[in-house]
């Protein structure tokens, strides 16, 4: 049984959150009542979350990753399993965010964007502005 892990990501825009996880191709649930995730086994565990993307959405062997929200932060803390973490599902969550939230700021500030470039896990952004 592989343990759950919590990691504070400043993950603070519910909206970027779950386009990021939609833009890795998730489909997440949104629970108004916190749910248990679920184990690899099916096993019902004892952390609960807010946002869930069921185990297989991620793969036959996987846990659930769950997003539990801080009312005290006002941000979203990811619980996800070691297995999963080694399999670098945390950093894919983190880039992708990451991505999304700078893409909304861009837009916010009317900032064009241009080519996306994605080579050995960068990603380049071309913007502009017209002043």
């Given at each position: 049984m592989s343990a759950y892990k919590k990691l504070n990501c400043c993950f603070g825009d519910l909206t970027n959150l779950?386009?990021?996880l939609k833009n890795l191709g998730f489909k997440p649930v949104?629970?108004?009542k916190k749910q248990k995730l679920v184990g690899y086994q099916g096993d019902v565990r004892n952390e609960e979350a807010d946002i869930i993307i069921p185990k297989n959405q991620i793969s036959q062997v996987s846990n659930d990753l769950g997003f539990i929200y801080d009312?005290?932060?006002k941000e979203y803390t990811m619980i996800c399993s070691d297995y999963d973490l080694h399999k670098g599902?945390?950093?894919?969550v983190i880039q992708a965010y990451a991505?999304?939230?700078i893409k909304s700021a861009l837009r916010k500030n009317k900032f064009n964007m241009g080519a996306e470039k994605r080579k050995n896990k960068k990603i380049t952004l071309k913007v502009s502005k017209i002043i």
């Open positions: 779950t386009q990021s949104i629970n108004k009312e005290k932060l599902l945390g950093d894919k991505l999304e939230a």
